[in-house]
């Protein structure tokens, strides 16, 4: 009978904890990065605070968030990323509004 060779606290669950330790840091620098780019246009579009100050107080809302949740290296490299992308991003935007 399968129920007698069961043993409680046996079985190996560490494929199980890698998953939701994964999921959980998935999730984690999902809401962290949400928040940033959410953050960056409401102070910038809705409050009307300048672009580049508004990528700055929210590059520095993440690097405080990576030190507070020790998120490692990873995050503060994602932050540069993120930081370069908003800045091609504005690049681009002025460009292409010399032409209009």
């Given at each position: ?62 690097i405080g968030a990576g ?34």
């Open positions: 009978m399968a129920a007698s060779e069961y043993h409680h606290g046996e079985m190996d669950i560490h494929d199980q904890k890698a998953t939701w330790d994964g999921f959980i840091k998935g999730t984690t620098w999902g809401s962290l990065i949400l928040a940033l780019i959410l953050g960056h246009a409401i102070l910038a579009v809705a409050i009307g605070l300048h672009w580049a100050v508004s990528l700055g107080l929210m590059t520095l809302v993440g030190a507070v949740l020790n998120l490692g290296g990873r995050w503060y490299a994602t932050l540069v990323i993120l930081l370069l992308t908003g800045l091609f991003v504005q690049f681009m935007i002025w460009l292409f509004g010399i032409f209009i």
